[in-house]
């Protein structure tokens, strides 16, 4: 990506729609100005501010430009996309998981985000670092949560992990939640252990409130004096599309249908089956915004929690049935070839 674009003095698709959005966003942090949106003057940042926040805050040190800073931020996704990812899901595993359970999946936080990226545009990183890079941490704390939400007992680091997490991860890119909050409450509500499930899932919740104050109690407040959401009014004729991530052949076209089908076929692995309720909440989400706008009411960007969010979900799957073909087919005549290596020696 460096090579790519270091020596551009323009955004990667020019200086026009989302770009000047990220311009004037990093902008306005650069020259010290953290808390006013990007293009109201005297209002707070009514877009998810912690990519920007942190974007803009570190290349003060040694950027005088928006541009410079853009560069710096996607180069830091990418860097947080694999060593990140498998820097904190090994520590969860490690150190705060409640009981370890099934086999060893170290390799998932490599594959996981490597799959992903192929599932994408590699430009879709460049233009949205700030939606993808959530997308696929929303994807990776909800099969977390659905692995740990069964377990007997809940340490305080538990609820620390999964509250902050979940708090920062809403600071960078909140709409992921529409269909992430209600996957969640539908594993609360189908463990066995219902009550301490659903407790444990409001206590997350308060946490995460709590984390997101920052930039959510200053909006709130700011919506008593009346508030205008134009993005919502427009009428996009993508809202009506179905997402078929399989429709279209091409090279993704195999990963996209091992990731559909492991994870329709291997639900009963909780990791799994709370990314299916992910992918299945998307596209209620879309059928319900739909049925609304049918009904005379606003669009509600129905075709939003696609792409980012639902690729992510199909990353999993693929993982997950790479795993499940490697154990039942690869790895036993690797072990038969080895034995009969040892006994013909």
């Not at 020596?7 to 650069?30: C, H, K, T």
């Not at 490597?114 to 939606?131: A, E, G, H, M, Q």
């Not at 993005?231 to 279209?248: G, I, S």
């Not at 669009?299 to 690729?311: D, E, G, H, R, T």
Request: with cysteine; charged share 15%.
């Amino acid at each position: 990506y460096l090579l790519l674009v270091w020596p551009l003095q323009r955004m990667w698709w020019g200086n026009n729609g989302d770009e000047m959005f990220i311009l004037a966003y990093l902008s306005q942090v650069l020259k010290g100005n953290p808390w006013n949106d990007f293009y109201y003057h005297g209002l707070p940042q009514f877009y998810p501010p912690l990519y920007f926040w942190l974007t803009g805050l570190i290349s003060r040190l040694f950027a005088d430009n928006a541009v410079s800073a853009t560069k710096f931020g996607v180069a830091a996704t990418f860097g947080t996309w694999f060593l990140g990812t498998y820097g904190v899901m090994r520590l969860f595993e490690r150190r705060v998981a409640t009981e370890y359970r099934g086999q060893d999946r170290s390799w998932w936080w490599v594959l996981i985000p490597l799959v992903f990226l192929f599932l994408l545009d590699f430009s879709d990183v460049f233009l949205k670092p700030y939606k993808t890079l959530p997308g696929l941490g929303v994807t990776l704390w909800i099969g977390l949560f659905a692995r740990e939400i069964i377990a007997k007992r809940w340490q305080a680091k538990t609820y620390l992990f999964f509250g902050i997490s979940g708090g920062l991860l809403f600071l960078t890119y909140y709409f992921w939640w529409f269909m992430a909050i209600p996957a969640m409450l539908v594993l609360a509500l189908c463990a066995v252990n219902r009550r301490a499930a659903l407790l444990r899932f409001c206590g997350i919740g308060a946490i995460m409130l709590l984390i997101s104050l920052p930039y959510t109690l200053p909006l709130l407040l700011s919506y008593s004096g009346g508030m205008e959401n134009w993005q919502a009014f427009y009428f996009h004729v993508d809202d009506f599309r179905t997402w078929l991530p399989f429709a279209e052949w091409g090279w993704r076209l195999p990963l996209a249908l091992l990731g559909l089908g492991g994870l329709i076929l291997l639900r009963r692995d909780p990791f799994v089956r709370g990314n299916l309720y992910l992918l299945g909440f998307a596209y209620l989400y879309q059928g319900a915004s739909v049925l609304l706008y049918l009904a005379g009411q606003h669009p509600l960007q129905a075709a939003n929690p696609f792409k980012f969010l639902a690729n992510a979900a199909l990353a999993v799957g693929a993982v997950a049935a790479g795993q499940w073909l490697w154990d039942k087919y690869v790895a036993p005549r690797g072990e038969a070839a080895r034995r009969g290596t040892i006994a013909v020696l």
